[in-house]
């Protein structure tokens, strides 16, 4: 599944990088090659953060899922069992 990003978040990006090749490594990248870096990273190495997010989302569900037995299982043919307790007088 390829990563696709909207004009406006991909431009905002494409200037993040610009910037971070400025600030941090003294160089400048053009609207073109950053653009490509951009596109390298999304394909390379977006799905790996993707994938990792994904397991991470199904581990935290499968535990909430597992608790729901818990939190809302109600126990059945109750009716009787509280009249057969003894009666305090």
Do not use: C
């Not at 997010?53 to 939190?71: K, N, P, S, T």
């Amino acid at each position: 599944m390829a990563i696709e990003l909207e004009k406006a978040v991909r431009d905002e990006l494409i200037r993040s990088i610009q910037r971070y090749f400025e600030e941090n490594l003294d160089d400048t990248i053009g609207n073109i090659a950053a653009g490509g870096l951009l596109g390298f990273v999304l394909e390379e190495i977006g799905p790996v953060i993707y994938n990792k997010a994904v397991a991470d989302v199904q581990e935290h569900m499968q535990i909430r899922v597992a608790d729901l037995e818990f939190e809302i299982h109600e126990e059945e043919a109750q009716y009787w069992k509280k009249y057969d307790q003894p009666r305090r007088r």
